[in-house]
């Protein structure tokens, strides 16, 4: 079954502070991996966009990984902020196809 | 550029009441795809179009229908109203294989 799965479900952090979020996926074949941020209320926004041969993308203070072999990717948020807080979402897409398959998210909330 | 726009933000249903959910985009992109997000659920796609005329089904389409008479609209019609149909809906469209999400109406029936 094609699926995509993130963990954690939920983390809190403090500002400034470094966090890693993951992401494993069944889907197959596969063509490539998003990760969007959703702000509370409002629709997703892309972050980064790699495709199979990619194996890192950054914007900003967010870095992307992505291990093909192993199914596996990770968000990387270096020294967050307040504005950090949000869901971020991992988005697997078929080969070939304009076919999404959406994880449920990681819940980040950033404190001061 | 407005990008995807969403129109209600809001709205509350009575069961077997209709309704349309209107998104419009300006990025004159040819794909537009509306999704559902429940509670602890990933967006789940209803209904996808690759071009004014064209529109399919998704992994969801029950309930629902669409139609892209210009490349800029995508409305989604609700016909008999459902609890089940209790949610989140975004519009997207996409170019370049990178979509772009409107603001989302949630929508809830009673």
């Known amino acids: 079954k094609n699926q995509v799965e993130q963990s954690p479900q939920s983390l809190i952090i403090l500002e400034g502070k470094n966090c890693t979020l993951q992401?494993?996926?069944?889907?197959?074949?596969?063509?490539?991996l998003r990760w969007y941020k959703q702000d509370t209320g409002r629709g997703p926004v892309s972050l980064t966009i790699?495709?199979?041969?990619?194996n890192t993308k950054s914007n900003g203070r967010y870095t992307a990984t992505l291990d093909a072999d192993t199914k596996q990717s990770s968000l990387h948020i270096t020294a967050s902020q307040l504005s950090d807080s949000a869901s971020y979402i991992c988005?697997?897409?078929?080969?070939?196809?304009?076919?999404?398959?959406f994880g449920t998210g990681t819940r980040l909330q950033v404190f001061p | 550029n407005a990008g995807v726009t969403q129109t209600p933000k809001f709205r509350i249903l009575k069961i077997g009441q209709s309704m349309t959910l209107q998104c419009t985009q300006d990025?004159?992109?040819?794909?537009m795809y509306w999704y559902r997000q429940d509670p602890g659920m990933g967006l789940k796609l209803i209904y996808y179009?690759?071009?004014?005329?064209?529109?399919d089904k998704g992994e969801v389409p029950n309930g629902y229908n669409v139609s892209r008479s210009t490349t800029e609209d995508f409305p989604l019609r609700l016909e008999l109203a459902a609890p089940s149909q209790t949610s989140v809906y975004f519009c997207?469209?996409?170019?370049?294989?990178?979509?772009?999400f409107g603001p989302g109406t949630r929508l809830t029936v009673l």
């Open positions: 990025m004159n992109h040819n794909y």
């Open positions: 988005v697997v897409s078929f080969y070939n196809t304009d076919k999404l398959i």
């Open positions: 997207a469209s996409s170019h370049n294989n990178e979509q772009f």
């Open positions: 179009s690759v071009g004014a005329g064209i529109t």
């Open positions: 790699m495709t199979f041969s990619e």
């Open positions: 992401c494993n996926y069944t889907v197959s074949p596969f063509s490539n």
